[in-house]
């Protein structure tokens, strides 16, 4: 049983030697296409399929390096590169007579692209300019930002309360405002998921500005009518 035992033993060493010699030229000269492909794509990393007459070849680049080139010949499915281990010699030899064929699909493909953005116009139209909305909605959200930091001061002081809101309702609507100390923390309009006119986050959209700009008035008669309600009940008590 232990007589063939002395017989020699074929190394593999120089078919594995000319694979990794074969694939390391592969992986710089697909890596000139990935740089190639990744410039036309205007991204670092992506991945793009090229048809020969015998297979079709993906090649997946990232950060400029190839990722993963496969040869897919129609059921010889061969990583010639790869991150993850080499081909086998004889599946590397079937891929490679066809590798010539996929340079010319690539260069095919570039020159496809030869003039194709001669007849784009480079004359792009003007842009409004935003300047007018957003100063008209600055001055009126300034003048509002005022007159609600001045309502909030004497809540401050009649409530004795360092925070707290006060409503009302101006025709359909629910105006809220919402004061901390001495100055106004929110103007909000429609309650929960309404409108914020004033807010620490962001301004409001010039077309919901304008829909409640003209209920202001009546939320400072509101306001006004609250102050007058008040002084009215403490100016019949009597001590």
């Known amino acids: 049983m232990t007589a063939g035992l002395d017989a020699d033993v074929v190394g593999a060493d120089a078919a594995a030697d000319r694979r990794d010699e074969l694939v390391a030229q592969v992986t710089d000269h697909a890596g000139r296409i990935a740089r190639e492909l990744a410039r036309l794509q205007g991204g670092d990393y992506g991945q793009r399929e090229f048809d020969t007459d015998r297979a079709t070849w993906t090649l997946k680049y990232e950060g ?106 101006v025709g359909s609507s629910r105006w809220e405002l919402k004061w901390e100390e001495n100055r106004a923390s929110y103007l909000r309009v429609g309650g929960e998921g309404g409108v914020y006119l004033l807010s620490q986050y962001q301004p409001p959209a010039p077309k919901d500005l304008r829909a409640h700009a003209d209920g202001f008035s009546g939320f400072v008669d509101a306001f006004n009518d609250h102050v007058s309600e008040i002084s009215e009940s403490l100016d019949t008590v009597e001590l």
């Open 64 to 169: 400029g390096d190839v990722d993963y080139l496969r040869f897919d010949g129609r059921g010889d499915d061969v990583y010639v590169v790869s991150t993850k281990q080499p081909p086998d010699p004889e599946a590397l030899a079937k891929a490679m007579a066809d590798y010539d064929a996929f340079v010319d699909a690539f260069n095919e493909y570039v020159r496809s692209l030869d003039g194709v953005l001669d007849d784009t116009a480079d004359e792009l139209p003007a842009i409004e300019s935003v300047d007018s909305v957003v100063e008209a909605r600055e001055r009126i959200l300034s003048r509002m930002r005022e007159v609600c930091d001045l309502m909030a001061e004497q809540l401050n002081r009649v409530e004795g309360n360092d925070y707290g809101t006060f409503s009302a309702r």
